[in-house]
Structures are given as structure tokens and as C-alpha cells.
């Protein structure tokens, strides 16, 4: 069975730092990785996308992918308390399907 | 564009009740989902919906059935429904196909008690 792990949280960090998210996942053959956003009582939104080894960075937020280690990451610069939120880490889990982790949680305090 | 709509956003159901639950998309997408998303458990998928004609089960879909109307909608049943099923339920839709590309897009969800 396809597994995404991430830490649970909360991940407390002042504002203005950088927050790091990360997330482990079990097959070696996924290819695309994603990053979404969760506000409490609302639907998952899609922020971040990943395909290939390396960084990719829009505006503050940076998704890093080790697929050799079976990692992937999300860098949050400047952070704010809008940014709280809970973060949910997807893996393609097969034709057309996502796997998702449970999520970190993610408090920015003022 | 609407994206991804979903009826109804709540409902309460008593044990042995049956519902269905809508959801329609406007970005002529291909693939379709129905989660659902209870506390410590993350996001389950129940079924999908790959292309227009076709279902597939996910990892939780006993209590459920789903119809893929056509390439707008997809409908999830619940035909007697059971206190385990109180969650809030997700659609979702992705353009797919066999690209690596799969952002799913989701829509505001439907909070279910039942009771």
C-alpha cells in the first residue's frame, strides 16, 4: 500500500521566519508531488507542484524534491499568521489517483 | 467559472436513511473523485472516476455507491447510511489522463452527520 507520512504538528514558528514542511512517501515509482493548503472547515487548496529533483520556488514558498530519499518538502518564507493552516503533502498513487498524508498543522504566531 | 460545486453543504441523516451527494464541474474535466476526511484520518478516496463511462473503487468505498453522469458530474450514494459515515465529504476533479500531471481541484465539501 502507497504510504505519505508527515509529521502531525503543530509546527509553531514566529512570524517572519521560514516554516519547513516535510513529507516522506513509499513509492519509489511516483512522479508528480503536491502541496495543499488547508484552512479549518475549508477544502483543500492546491499551492504547490513538483515533478522533478531539485527546488521550485513561487514567490514565498519553495517545494523540494529528493527522489532518491523519497522526500519532498515546503519552504514558507516570510511567514505569516494567514499562513496558518493545515498542509497536506499528495503523491500520485496510480493512474489518475492521489495519495495524500494526513497533514501538518501550522501556527504562525504574531 | 465556478469550478468544482458540490450539494448539499450539510446534512443529517438518520441510520438507515439514503442520500445522494452532487457534484458537477465546469472545467471540462476528465477525472473525478469523491473523498472523505475525518479527524486523524486524512484525506480517504471512496471511488473515481478516470474518464466519462468509467468508476473505480478506492480505499474506502463499502457504503457507496457513485455515478458518473457525464463528463460534468459525479454523484455519490449512500443507501443506508451508518453513523461510521459522518465525515465531510470532498469532490474533486483533475484534467489527468496518463500525463504526470494530476492537480486535483476540490471543491467546498459537504459536512454529513449521521445520526
Known amino acids: 500500500q502507497k504510504e505519505v507520512e508527515q509529521n ?11 516554516a519547513s514542511l516535510n513529507c516522506t512517501y513509499s513509492d519509489r515509482g511516483s512522479q508528480s508531488f503536491f502541496w495543499y493548503r488547508q484552512y479549518s472547515g475549508k477544502s483543500p487548496e492546491l499551492i504547490m507542484s513538483i515533478y522533478s529533483n531539485g527546488d521550485k520556488e513561487d514567490g514565498r514558498f519553495t517545494a523540494q524534491l529528493n527522489k532518491a530519499s523519497q522526500y519532498v518538502s515546503l519552504l514558507i518564507r516570510d511567514s505569516q499568521p494567514s499562513d496558518s493552516a493545515t498542509y497536506l503533502c499528495a503523491v500520485n498513487g496510480g493512474y489518475s489517483t492521489l ?12 | ?31 473525478m473523485y469523491w473523498y472523505r476526511q475525518d479527524p486523524g484520518m486524512g484525506l480517504r478516496l471512496i471511488y473515481y472516476s478516470a474518464s466519462e463511462g468509467t468508476t473505480d473503487k478506492g480505499e474506502v468505498p463499502n ?27 470532498f469532490c474533486a476533479s483533475s484534467e489527468a489522463g496518463i500525463a504526470v500531471e494530476n492537480e486535483q481541484f476540490f471543491g467546498p465539501g459537504t459536512r454529513l452527520t449521521v445520526l
Open chain 1, 99 to 110: 495519495t495524500f498524508g494526513k497533514g501538518t498543522m501550522l501556527l504562525v504566531s504574531p
Open chain 2, 1 to 31: 467559472n465556478a469550478g468544482v460545486t458540490q450539494t448539499p453543504k450539510f446534512q443529517v441523516l438518520k441510520t438507515g436513511q439514503s442520500m445522494t451527494l452532487q457534484c458537477a464541474q465546469d472545467m471540462n474535466h476528465n477525472s
Open chain 1, 8 to 18: 502531525s504538528g503543530p509546527l509553531s514558528v514566529p512570524e517572519g521566519a521560514i
Open chain 2, 63 to 89: 457504503g457507496y455507491n457513485v455515478s458518473r453522469l457525464n463528463k460534468r458530474e459525479f454523484s455519490l450514494r449512500l443507501e443506508s447510511a451508518a453513523p461510521s459515515q459522518t465525515s465531510v465529504y
